[in-house]
């Protein structure tokens, strides 16, 4: 199973991701991935990769150049107002609220990169997560790619509102800012779906530790929208002083990051080395594993018995609970029972975790008497579900994927109601859709 692990010792920022994942492509596809970006059509925004060598480390420093310059921004440590030089690929954030009768303009940094010098600028465009979405769905590239894109981005426009008080439809983005963070992000979508890993795997994350100084004043690291992104994911700070990860950084780990901590067993094939600009003691890099691991399995409770005394409407139920109380999988089979009574065979599995609240339910909604356990290895396709935008409106798509297996179907359900809307068959809204082009 072909599977990318991150190692983080440095943090992440959306330009340090995109370096490590550009060195895994052969040279021909990195001379067509950067065509093929650099004619998406994100307005003003020119991509480079250019070598970096970081504590005798060389990799990849990934340069989004906006109208010719590349964004930068301060960053201060402990209390002090010192600044020191360190890079943001840096897209801030203005949320209009309605205060004591005036209007308060509030400006917040949202994506910082974090190894470049500073150089002051000043910005007077906002776009709206709606403006933002407009443009991403225009790019000329794979629609997963943007459903990708705008699903990371909408993490941070979530973590901003958040952070600052401010409805997500108030949210506005700077211009420059903007095209940068969605620069950042799209190539690494692109990225990640030329790669086309099953699995994808990261180490806990090191947010740094100190301030950093945004045009609303000096924030604690991680900042907060980074740290509301960073909810139920291992993180850590050492002796680092300085922002090491980022919202953009964060929420693209978030969004494709399966799980977080140790690397598990793989055999590399190839390693990419994403430099950030600033010098540290350490190297200053995101690290990209890419090998094949080992499809295991799942270790799995089964739970079964025999029942002749139950009616079929407490059989339902008792099932619609079972999958409520967290079974994997709960059905039953007819079976001839003592006496030849018919009669139900009711099988459960669970995980181990579920255990006890399973074997709860079924002796509570059964009339069984006694339960038999058997331990199993499972076997699956890794599954997740996509919206996707049609002539129809959005529709649910499940992908499943393993064993060098790939498949794709609509959801039966959003079928069947486009079908009573519109009065056409489910085949001729299945071949109108055409998933293919969404792969």
Not at 22 to 31: A, G, M, Q, S, T
């Amino acid at each position: 199973m072909k599977t990318i692990y991150f190692d983080l010792p440095m943090g992440a920022a959306g330009d340090m991701l995109c370096g490590s994942l550009y060195e895994l492509l052969n040279d021909e596809e990195k001379k067509q991935f950067l065509t093929e970006i650099n004619n998406a059509g994100i307005p003003g925004v020119k991509i480079q990769a250019e070598k970096s060598v970081k504590c005798g480390i060389t990799g990849t420093h990934f340069s989004v150049l906006v109208n010719g310059t590349e964004e930068e921004s301060i960053d201060v440590h402990n209390h002090e107002h010192t600044e020191h030089e360190h890079h943001h690929h840096e897209e801030t954030f203005s949320g209009e609220h309605s205060h004591d009768e005036h209007n308060h303009e509030h400006h917040v940094h949202t994506e910082h990169d974090m190894h470049d010098e500073h150089a002051p600028h000043h910005h007077h465009h906002h776009s709206s997560m709606a403006d933002i979405e407009g443009i991403i769905s225009s790019l000329a590239v794979p629609e997963k790619v943007k459903n990708d894109a705008i699903e990371v981005y909408k993490l941070i426009a979530e973590a901003e509102s958040n952070a600052h008080g401010v409805p997500v439809s108030q949210i506005h983005f700077h211009e420059v800012g903007t095209m940068d963070a969605i620069a950042d992000i799209t190539s690494a979508c692109l990225l990640l779906h030329k790669i086309d890993a099953q699995k994808i795997y990261a180490s806990s994350i090191n947010t740094g530790s100190g301030q950093v100084h945004c045009v609303h004043g000096i924030l604690p690291v991680p900042a907060p929208a980074t740290a509301f992104i960073l909810k139920d994911i291992p993180v850590y700070n050492n002796h680092i002083t300085g922002e090491l990860c980022t919202p953009t950084g964060a929420a693209l780990l978030k969004h494709f990051v399966a799980d977080f901590g140790n690397m598990p067993p793989v055999k590399m094939n190839a390693i990419g080395y994403g430099m950030g600009k600033k010098d540290f003691e350490a190297a200053n890099c995101v690290r990209a594993i890419l090998g094949e691991s080992s499809e295991k399995p799942e270790q799995i409770l089964e739970y079964t018995c025999n029942l002749d005394d139950i009616s079929a409407e407490r059989i339902g139920f008792a099932l619609e609970q079972l999958f409520a109380a967290g079974a994997v999988e709960a059905y039953t089979i007819p079976v001839t029972m003592k006496k030849s009574r018919p009669g139900n065979l009711l099988c459960v599995m669970c995980r181990e975790k579920d255990k006890q609240t399973i074997l709860e339910t079924i002796f509570k909604h059964t009339t069984t008497l006694g339960v038999r356990e058997n331990i199993s290895n499972r076997y699956f396709l890794e599954r997740n579900i996509e919206t996707i935008n049609t002539e129809f409106g959005e529709v649910h798509i499940k992908r499943a994927e393993g064993y060098g297996i790939k498949r794709q179907k609509i959801e039966y359900e959003d079928l069947a109601a486009i079908s009573r809307k519109t009065g056409l068959s489910i085949d001729e809204i299945q071949n109108k859709i055409n998933i293919q082009q969404f792969k």
